[in-house]
């Protein structure tokens, strides 16, 4: 799969970690506690054919930020940018200047989803540790707060879940493309987008093991979906 290592126009051989604002410990992510159940209540849901389509878009977009390189519009270049940027730009309306503007003009795209009014708020209303809503939240938040626990078997991922890493005082965010997996180190250069793809099996190939996505590694803290993609329970 070398094609899909072109798409950031370097391989990186170590991986990156994304910083995370507020450090937490590992407990914290799966909370029971009424105020976190109420909050995860509380966030609309998208109906199953809405999710296919938001499905569809974000990983076309991602897989767009990996083929031609950052559009200059996706201004936090780090691991929680990518998704935060990703999910905004699947729930807006996807028309003839947007297409252009992103080199999606005159191809096959997914229909856009039509929100309700509240549905509309997912855009830029992400939950904070601090029970504050805002657009901009870290790793560990877009997990605890916005994502529910699904699996550590990553083949029970869908795409555009997250891969959540806790390396201690670090967090780190990738994306599940259905294939592949997708991921933006937190560092860009001059000769180096940060952008990363590789297969689960390349992953398993490095030396560096705290980054395979499999159970027995402890830093891997497992498969978690946007609480807008699951069931209101």
Excluded at 91 to 97: A, G, K, M, P, W
Excluded at 154 to 173: E, I, R, W
Aim: proline share 5%; aromatic share 10%.
């Amino acid at each position: 799969m070398s094609d899909i290592h072109s798409f950031s126009g370097f391989v990186g051989v170590v991986l990156s970690l994304c910083l995370a604002a507020i450090p937490q410990p590992l407990s914290a992510l799966q909370p029971t506690d009424v105020s976190h159940s109420a909050v995860q209540q509380s966030i609309p849901r998208l109906t199953p054919a809405q999710a296919q389509t938001f499905r569809n878009w974000m990983t076309l977009i991602i897989h767009q930020q990996l083929r031609q390189g950052p559009t200059p519009r996706w201004q936090q270049n780090d691991c929680a940018g990518l998704v935060r940027f990703a999910v905004a730009e699947s729930l807006r309306e996807h028309d003839s200047n947007w297409l252009r503007a992103n080199g999606f003009l005159g191809q096959k795209t997914p229909g856009d989803i039509v929100l309700d009014a509240n549905q509309r708020g997912l855009r830029h209303a992400w939950y904070r540790s601090d029970g504050r809503q805002d657009a901009w939240v870290s790793a560990y938040d877009l997990v605890a707060n916005n994502s529910r626990f699904i699996s550590k078997d990553v083949m029970q991922a869908q795409p555009g879940d997250l891969l959540f890493y806790d390396q201690g005082q670090n967090q780190h965010l990738m994306v599940w493309m259905g294939s592949y997996i997708a991921y933006h180190t937190g560092t860009r250069t001059a000769s180096d987008n940060g952008l990363r793809a590789y297969t689960v099996a390349q992953i398993m190939d490095k030396k560096d093991n705290r980054w395979q996505p499999v159970a027995s590694n402890p830093n891997f803290l497992g498969v978690y979906r946007l609480t807008f993609l699951t069931p209101n329970y």
